[in-house]
């Protein structure tokens, strides 16, 4: 762009000064960061870009606030000499709230901070690049350190892209509850296998492996009981496609995935939006999204009537779970172990300014229950539902 | 305190073989599939063709999702863990 507009400046005045309130400035200036790679090959980036997104999150129960969260992040990403990038995130999270003690009863209150940078540095060749990346969050009571490298090449046409990468995460729970009384750590060892095609002049495909294998602390400490297997490995595949229709410039994302671990959870996740492409360079993006889960085989569903229960616990199956976690077996009431389905629907408004700068907000509504499952859901847990609201500017220079 | 079930290795080998068999299909099936020349890529460097074309927005949403839901990942490394879930 060889002019700025007064309306761009006034942008970004906004993005700066938003990014001095949230802090953030020095902070990505010195870390080189990453979200999850994108898994395809491409070339070294001809701009720079940064982003700044803000988060409004909250989730509820019926007659029950459960948590909130207000999130920033920034990214930056800076090609260097044509052959490489650096990319740096970073995330400012503030929770609040109340988190059920089991299923979703006993909600106790809960305040905490997350902070969390990540950084990459990728060398683009003729027909690839190589990514190695790092990434570090700290909460009160959970400290996660990641370091992650990955491979793509792409066939001289480069229609088709192969993708190999393989990470590392080393975690630390820091107790902070009755039912944890040391420090604890978690390892997760993961690996992803990709393929990206070319399937015509309009429809691009990808194909990704996920294995994970991971060791170590996976219990709740604020759950009551909670009592799971000390490893867990996860397989999931994931297949997403794009097309684009010529004749209306609008484009169709569809994806699948199909997850399951080693705790005996299947989860399938099937998710479809719409880029309508308005005049004015315009754009709104309307999502539809299912998802369904099974149970893990150590979780126990409410009771009407334990008669182990008290005014603390009621409805929780305690003669069943207490047993269990004294001898040292799996028991759990967390809700997010039960069998469930849940729908989100939601829309992003896009607006580009020019060739270089971007406004979004994106309004996402979620909803679960335990009858929306495909086959048998979990009974007795309330509904669950989720709103969330993001803002976010993105200018490349 | 020390679980006394013992623990699943992981997938059964049918799951596995699932796997594989959807990575492979979806190699071989390339060679079905009519080359597009550099010049006839236009439509696919579009930004809405790109996947996770807008970082931040997926890793919110990839991070609210593991807060409430037991499935996670498949997009490729990184990122990291959080407490959340």
């Given amino acids: 762009m060889k002019n700025t507009p007064d309306g761009n400046q006034l942008l970004s005045a906004l993005l700066v000064s938003a990014l001095r309130r949230s802090g953030m400035v020095a902070v990505a200036a010195t870390s080189a960061a990453l979200v999850a790679q994108p898994v395809f090959a491409e070339a070294a980036p001809e701009k720079s870009t940064i982003n700044f997104k803000t988060l409004s999150y909250r989730d509820y129960q019926p007659s029950d606030d459960r948590i909130n969260i207000d999130a920033e992040s920034f990214l930056i990403q800076v090609p260097i000499a044509g052959q490489w990038s650096v990319t740096g995130t970073a995330v400012h999270d503030a929770i609040s709230g109340a988190s059920p003690r089991y299923h979703s009863s006993s909600l106790a209150q809960v305040k905490d901070t997350r ?90 495909a990808q194909v990704t492996y996920h294995h994970t294998r991971g060791r170590g602390y996976y219990s709740d400490q604020y759950k009551l009981y909670d009592a799971r297997p000390d490893n867990r490995d996860s397989d999931s595949v994931l297949v997403r496609w794009n097309h684009h229709f010529i004749e209306s410039a609008n484009t169709l994302h569809s994806s699948y995935r199909y997850y399951t671990d080693s705790n005996d959870i299947n989860a399938h996740t099937l998710e479809f939006d719409y880029v309508f492409n308005l005049p004015n360079q315009w754009s709104v993006t309307p999502l539809l999204r299912y998802y369904s889960q099974s149970a893990a085989s150590f979780y126990y569903d409410p ?21 269990l976690y004294a001898e040292g077996r799996f028991a759990s009431m967390d809700q997010r172990l039960s069998s469930f ?14 060739e270089n700068w971007t406004a979004d907000v994106k309004f996402e509504q979620y909803e679960q229950k335990g009858s929306w499952a495909l086959g048998n859901g979990s009974d007795g847990l309330k509904d669950f539902g989720a709103r969330s609201i993001q803002f976010g500017i993105s200018h490349s220079f | 305190m020390q679980p006394t079930r013992l623990n699943k290795p992981g997938l059964p080998l049918l799951q596995k073989a699932i796997v594989l068999a959807v990575l492979a299909a979806s190699t071989s ?29 997926s890793a919110y949403v990839e991070h609210t999702y593991s807060s409430k839901e037991a499935a996670f990942g498949g997009a490729g490394v990184g990122g990291g863990g959080c407490g959340c879930n």
């Fill in chain 2, 29 to 57: 099936a390339c060679s079905l599939i009519q080359p597009v020349q550099p010049w006839e890529k236009g439509t696919l460097a579009k930004p809405e063709m790109i996947f996770d074309e807008d970082r931040l927005d």
């Fill in chain 1, 303 to 323: 009771v009407a009537n334990d008669p182990w229960a008290d005014a603390d616990t009621f409805g929780a199956p305690i003669s069943v779970v207490y047993p």
């Fill in chain 1, 115 to 204: 902070k969390a940078y990540t950084g990459a540095v990728t060398r683009y060749f003729q027909q690839g690049s190589v990514t190695v990346g790092t990434a570090y969050s700290k909460e009160s009571d959970y400290i996660s350190r990641n370091y992650s490298i990955q491979n793509s090449w792409s066939t001289p046409s480069q229609n088709t892209t192969f993708i190999v990468g393989l990470g590392y995460t080393a975690d630390q729970i820091i107790p902070n509850s009755i039912f944890l009384t040391q420090k604890e750590d978690k390892r997760v060892v993961d690996l992803a296998l990709g393929v990206t095609q070319v399937l015509s002049q309009t429809d691009i």
């Fill in chain 1, 341 to 354: 389905g849940a729908i989100t629907y939601g829309a992003k408004l896009t607006k580009h300014f020019g």
